[in-house]
Each structure stands twice: as structure tokens, then as C-alpha cells.
């Protein structure tokens, strides 16, 4: 059974950047998609980004797009999510987890029901 610990999060000033991790232990997850969402305070869980099996397609969410770059080092069993400009509207408990499939097609990787293993979260905090 596959394992997924995220770290990384903290607080920070609003301009600033964070890196997030994800690092998967038991079994690979170099055949699968992997996802980022968030849940800020009072609200539902959202989708961040994703990126398919190899780390050749990504996807990203209309919040965060042109300043969160998803990435994978399937040797290390990592995903990545590198966070910059941030605005206090970022903050949330960040949550990476599995999609279900190899390949980000048709949308299958928006809702959190594409995905099947999820970590416990990492909170990130912005400052104005």
C-alpha cells in the first residue's frame, strides 16, 4: 500500500515562494498521475494542479496558473509543487494524492474522486 507525506509548508509573506513535496513510500507511483489540491479555511477541498505519469503533461488550476509549476522525479518517488508569488488567498492545507490513472485525459483529474490515495496534508500560510 502505497504512502504519501507532504512537506514543505510554512508560513510565509505574500510575494514570497514555497516548495512542496510529496514523497511516496511502499510502492511507486511512477505509472500513476499524481494531483496537488487544497482546502482553505471553511471551504471545500480544490484542485491545484496535476501532471501525468512521465512529467510530460500538467494541468493546473485557474487561481494558481503561471505561478505553481508541478513536477516528478519518479526515481525518488517525488512530486513537487513549486510555489511563487503567493497571495494570501493561497493559504490552505495542501494535499497531494494518486490519481487513478496514467494519463491526464478528459478532465479525469479535476475532481477528488480521480484519485484514490491521498496524504494528510501540509498547511501553508501567506501574510499579508
Known amino acids: 500500500q502505497v504512502q504519501l507525506v507532504e512537506s514543505g509548508g510554512g508560513l510565509v509573506q505574500a510575494g514570497g515562494s514555497l516548495r512542496l513535496s510529496c514523497a511516496a513510500s511502499?510502492?511507486?507511483?511512477?505509472?500513476?498521475?499524481m494531483g496537488w489540491f487544497r482546502q482553505p479555511p471553511g471551504k471545500e477541498r480544490e484542485f491545484v494542479a496535476a501532471?501525468?505519469?512521465?512529467?510530460?503533461?500538467?494541468y493546473y488550476g485557474e487561481s494558481v496558473k503561471g505561478r505553481f509549476t508541478i513536477s516528478r522525479d519518479n526515481a525518488k518517488n517525488t512530486v513537487y509543487l513549486q510555489m511563487s508569488i503567493l497571495k494570501p488567498e493561497d493559504t490552505a492545507v495542501y494535499y497531494c494524492?494518486?490519481?487513478?490513472?496514467?494519463?491526464?485525459?478528459?478532465?479525469?483529474?479535476?475532481?477528488?474522486?480521480?484519485?484514490?490515495?491521498w496524504g494528510r496534508g501540509t498547511q501553508v500560510t501567506v501574510s499579508s
Open positions: 501532471i501525468g505519469w512521465s512529467g510530460s503533461t500538467t
Open positions: 511502499g510502492r511507486t507511483i511512477s505509472t500513476y498521475g
Open positions: 494524492a494518486r490519481l487513478k490513472y496514467a494519463y491526464l485525459i478528459g478532465g479525469r483529474y479535476l475532481e477528488t474522486r480521480d484519485y484514490d490515495v
